[in-house]
């Protein structure tokens, strides 16, 4: 029987985690230098040429799509915008601990790996602010443009403080373009077949939305203590009674206003531990929250 090499790289790919998204080739740059070149979105948003999704980080839940951004009901943002409205600051403080975190997204290939294919670059809302800022530049303008773009040199380094995470340094990310623009490829046959290939990200995207009541469910376990730890290695809600974690669970789910928010947010403010960076503020801004 022939041996099917394309299904043994796409498993060597899912074991060294390129595959994460199943249908999508995510790239995450390593530590090193990296040269890549980023082609245009085939329907980029009309705000940006990077497409960008918040996710609610809640419980075990560390990437859910939240569903207000997609125009679909979504009983965590409502109870985010509810607590925010009480003009309380323990209730802020709650609100912000279920704020959701950005990424932005796009598609890139890596110079001399073309052959690898279109890989989908997710990144942190400061590579985000570094990228946008090559479009306002007016020495290089449209970096991902197929004839007139420019490739970009990617160095990933430890952090200069020792910071370390999961027991592994920190890498800080410099982004740079080099400095004379390039054509996506010699061969203008080669660069069509790549700008083909990238991918319909937001229709896949959109397939893995839970459900305003899968949601709604995992904020009921928040609040409810769930399974989650904290830094300190207690239990989240650990320091509440069940009685008193059980009322609460019943007053979101009757999402009724003003004085049972207040309780849910007075009985609740020993459990926000989440400080977003403050460096995530401007782009995660939603208009409605403060």
């Known amino acids: 029987m022939a041996i099917d090499l394309d299904a043994i790289r796409k498993k060597l790919a899912e074991l060294k985690g390129e595959n994460r998204g199943g249908e999508i080739n995510y790239f995450f740059p390593e530590a090193g230098e990296t040269r890549v070149r980023c082609l245009p979105w085939k329907n980029a948003p009309a705000e940006s040429p990077i497409i960008e999704l918040s996710f609610y980080k809640i419980g075990n839940n560390k990437r859910t799509l939240a569903l207000y951004q997609f125009g679909l009901p979504d009983p965590i943002h409502d109870f985010r915008m509810k607590l925010y409205k009480t003009k309380k600051e323990d209730d ?41 800022g090559f479009w306002l530049n007016e020495d290089y303008g449209d970096v991902t443009s197929p004839t007139e773009g420019y490739d970009l040199i990617i160095k990933m380094s430890p952090s200069a403080n020792g910071k370390m995470f999961n027991g592994k340094p920190v890498l800080d990310t410099e982004i740079d373009p080099k400095p004379k623009s390039t054509p996506l490829h010699a061969d203008p046959a080669v660069a069509q077949k790549l700008l083909d290939a990238v991918p319909d990200f937001l229709t896949y995207i959109k397939k893995q939305l839970k459900s305003a009541q899968e949601l709604e469910g995992m904020l009921d376990t928040w609040l409810n203590g769930g399974d989650e730890e904290k830094s300190d290695g207690t239990e989240k809600g650990s320091t509440t009674s069940s009685t008193d974690l059980d009322k609460l669970v019943d007053e ?16 609740h403010a020993g459990d926000a531990k989440q400080k977003l960076d403050a460096a995530f503020d401007e782009l995660m801004e939603d208009g409605d929250d403060e």
């Open 252 to 267: 979101v789910a009757e999402a009724k206003p003003a004085k049972k928010e207040e309780k849910v947010a007075a009985k």
């Open 92 to 132: 802020k403080k709650i609100a912000n601990s279920l704020r959701p975190k950005m990424s932005g997204y796009l598609p890139t290939v890596l110079r001399g790996k073309e052959d690898d294919g279109v890989k989908v670059w997710m990144f942190s809302p400061f590579v985000y602010k570094r990228l946008l």
